[in-house]
């Protein structure tokens, strides 16, 4: 059974920072690019930057590049989303999934990110 669960997000005053992660299971995770998304108020959930699955190669949404980095670590089979820098329209639930741009299984939970001004 494929799983997705995230976890890390949380109340944080603009500025601020979080580090966002992904446990992934039932596939074989380093085989298949990453990506994190999100989902803000009135939006449909958008790509927020993706990597290779051995790490080679990222690529980052216009809004996410220079305050966000994504990471992955393939013998725990997690990927990371480090947000600096955050603003209140970074609010939104975040979630990961593999595929380059495309998400190619079932959504997990998510993880809510809310920024205060």
């Known amino acids: 059974q494929v799983t997705l669960v995230e976890s890390g997000g949380g109340v944080v005053q603009s500025g601020g920072s979080l580090r966002l992660s992904c446990v992934a299971s039932?596939?074989?995770?380093?085989?298949?690019?990453m990506a994190w998304y999100r989902q803000v108020p009135g939006k449909e959930r958008e790509l927020v930057a993706s990597?290779?699955?051995?790490?080679?190669?990222?690529q980052y949404s216009d809004f996410a590049k220079g305050r966000f980095t994504i990471s992955r670590d393939n013998f725990a089979r997690k990927v990371f989303l480090q947000m600096n820098n955050l603003n209140v329209e970074d609010t939104g639930r975040y979630y990961c999934?593999?595929?380059?741009?495309?998400?190619?299984?079932?959504w997990g939970q998510g993880t809510q990110v809310t920024v205060s001004s």
């Open positions: 999934n593999a595929g380059w741009t495309v998400p190619v299984l079932d």
């Open positions: 990597i290779t699955g051995g790490a080679s190669k990222t």
């Open positions: 039932g596939f074989i995770f380093q085989s298949y690019d």
